[in-house]
């Protein structure tokens, strides 16, 4: 019982610190700064690139709600079909002659060219993106979303001006996921918590730190910041992170923040569909590496599994030390998951749950470099990344 007392303590001091000095993490508090007005001179033009790759089925819900942005300057959308095999083209085609025509805006649906060796996919399609948008001299902004994207009508011109007020190269916001089965109740908000811990967003939101990230539903970056396109980054399975990662290390202000204004409409019914979500890049976030995965996944089991477990058997032996430790350790981590519980609007009763729901991401952890080893690492809508494309640290 010594050994548990003494990990149950270490575990319990590990939440101390995250809770008082990781940047408070946890919290829901990083929004984006609102801007009373307009922008000085005149609102900058906007071009939207959206890469899709069958997403017949999303595009019409969320692509109407980009065309129909309350944007004073002049902006349009190009959605790269990236070799779709159900029609996503035709679909976006259709309404863009319909919706855009009724809100003012010009939608370009381009093929997508095959994918040329070590660029991964998405990024790919982003590439040929901007690549057309760089024919718009007037563009101010590039704003990089995803096909399964909703939007509130106001909140481009909420973003420009967040960008010009701060001088930011990049502002990005955290798609509020969907939260509606019962398996993404489970697992979308400790989603978010999970990348929130990986990447704080007031570090982030910091110049001075190191810590770099994005959100891939929606980014908006100055186009300045782009003279060198996305080469840089062309190998990256993990797109929004290294995207961040290249701005700020290129000395650009970036800004990072939750959000309900955009919304990802995709559902995961299924625990397979979040599973392959997370499974996918889950071992290309650990650069392909065996030692960062043991030690991922033993830190994981100390953080979220030694605490209930230290509780448990601390009671049942009556050991005070031990069951305290555990205690502790248990309540401070449910504690850091209620904001993020009501961010979703889901019960706080499911906080103390958060030890399972470790556990699943750990298993799916484990599961991606297994995938990884069987040659099927970043698999993604039929296609398979090249070798170990990997993500900027």
Not at 127 to 148: H, I, K, N, S
Request: charged share 20%; with cysteine; aromatic share 8%.
């Amino acid at each position: 019982m010594l050994g548990l007392s003494v990990v149950a303590v270490l575990a319990a001091a590990i939440w101390v610190y995250l809770l008082a000095g990781h940047g408070g993490y946890w919290l829901t508090t990083q929004r984006l700064p609102r801007v009373d007005g307009s922008v000085k001179n005149r609102w900058p033009d906007v071009v939207a690139i959206v890469p899709a790759r069958d997403e017949a089925e999303m595009v019409p819900v969320a692509l109407p709600t980009l065309l129909g942005q309350e944007y004073p300057g002049a902006f349009r959308v190009i959605l790269v079909d990236d070799c779709s095999s159900d029609g996503t083209a035709e679909v976006a085609a259709r309404l863009g002659a319909e919706c855009g025509a009724e809100a003012g805006r010009r939608l370009d649906v381009i093929g997508g060219k095959p994918r040329e060796a070590g660029w991964a996919g998405k990024v790919w399609a982003m590439a040929q993106g901007l690549e057309m948008a760089r024919g718009l001299e007037a563009a101010g902004y590039v704003l990089f979303t995803d096909a399964d994207i909703a939007w509130q009508p106001e909140t481009l011109k909420h973003l420009v001006r967040a960008a010009e007020a701060g001088h930011r190269n990049l502002v990005s916001q955290m798609a509020l996921l969907r939260a509606r089965s019962g398996w993404e109740r489970v697992l979308v908000p400790a989603f978010v918590y999970f990348f929130a811990q990986l990447y704080p967003f007031r570090r982030v939101n910091r110049p001075a730190a190191r810590t770099a990230a994005a959100a891939g539903g929606c980014m908006l970056v100055r186009r300045d910041a782009l003279k060198q396109g996305l080469a840089p980054i062309k190998d990256a399975l993990i797109d929004d992170v290294a995207l961040g990662r290249m701005i700020k290390r290129g000395g650009g202000r970036t800004w990072l923040g939750l959000t309900e204004d955009v919304r990802s409409v995709r559902p995961y019914d299924k625990l397979a569909s979040l599973w392959h979500m997370v499974a996918r890049s889950a071992y290309t976030q650990l650069r392909y590496s065996p030692l960062l995965l043991a030690g991922t996944i033993a830190g994981l089991l100390l953080m979220y599994a030694v605490p209930p477990v230290a509780a448990v058997a601390g009671l049942i032996a009556g050991d005070a030390l031990t069951a305290a430790a555990g205690l502790a350790g248990w309540v401070l981590m449910s504690v850091s998951y209620l904001p993020m519980l009501r961010l979703y609007r889901l019960s706080p009763l499911r906080a103390p749950t958060l030890p399972l729901i470790a556990l699943l991401y750990a298993a799916m952890t484990v599961d991606s470099a297994r995938r990884h080893y069987a040659g099927r690492g970043g698999e993604w809508k039929g296609r398979t990344a090249d070798g170990q494309l990997r993500l900027l640290l």
